[in-house]
């Protein structure tokens, strides 16, 4: 609709033929003009902002599955280093002890391929963790 707006008065500033005579109908006109001209580009720039936080929420990054598939349960208790019947409480003392140990902030005084490494394993360490707190609340 601010389009058809726009495009009126233009033609109506450019067109000889006009409602009052004199330019003060000519100078509303276009402070009319740039009213809708503004308005528009504050809606693209929000409609522009907008499209770029859903496209990043969207390019999140997911871990991609293992080469068997998902992570399952075993495996999970695996990579922290606990049994199946350990408490929550040991199961994060674990946790934390390994992400310690591999957290990319910890070796980002290494290359980048074993920064890359490091946040890799964090990863893993986090889908496991957070697999078996599901487990466990079920």
């Given at each position: 609709?601010?389009?058809?707006?726009?495009?009126?008065?233009?033609?109506?500033?450019?067109?000889?033929?006009?409602a009052?005579?004199?330019?003060?109908d000519?100078?509303?006109?276009?402070?009319?003009?740039?009213?809708?001209?503004?308005?528009?580009?504050?809606?693209?720039?929000?409609?522009?902002?907008?499209?770029?936080?859903?496209?990043?929420?969207?390019?999140?990054?997911?871990?991609?599955?293992?080469?068997?598939?998902?992570?399952?349960?075993?495996?999970?208790?695996?990579?922290?280093?606990?049994?199946?019947?350990?408490?929550?409480?040991?199961?994060?003392?674990?946790?934390?002890?390994?992400?310690?140990?591999?957290?990319?902030?910890?070796?980002?005084?290494?290359?980048?391929?074993?920064?890359?490494?490091?946040?890799?394993?964090?990863?893993?360490?986090?889908?496991?963790?957070d697999?078996?707190?599901?487990?466990?609340?079920?």
């Amino acid at each position: 609709m601010n389009y058809i707006w726009i495009i009126l008065l233009a033609i109506y500033i450019i067109s000889p033929r006009d409602a009052m005579p004199g330019i003060i109908d000519d100078i509303l006109a276009a402070i009319a003009l740039f009213y809708y001209l503004n308005k528009n580009s504050k809606a693209k720039q929000q409609q522009r902002s907008y499209d770029q936080s859903r496209q990043s929420r969207s390019n999140s990054y997911t871990p991609p599955p293992g080469p068997g598939g998902p992570l399952t349960i075993e495996e999970a208790y695996k990579k922290l280093g606990v049994d199946p019947g350990a408490s929550m409480d040991k199961i994060g003392r674990a946790y934390k002890e390994k992400v310690r140990m591999s957290h990319p902030d910890k070796v980002t005084h290494l290359s980048e391929e074993l920064q890359e490494k490091a946040k890799e394993i964090t990863l893993e360490l986090n889908e496991a963790y957070d697999l078996i707190k599901k487990y466990k609340k079920v």
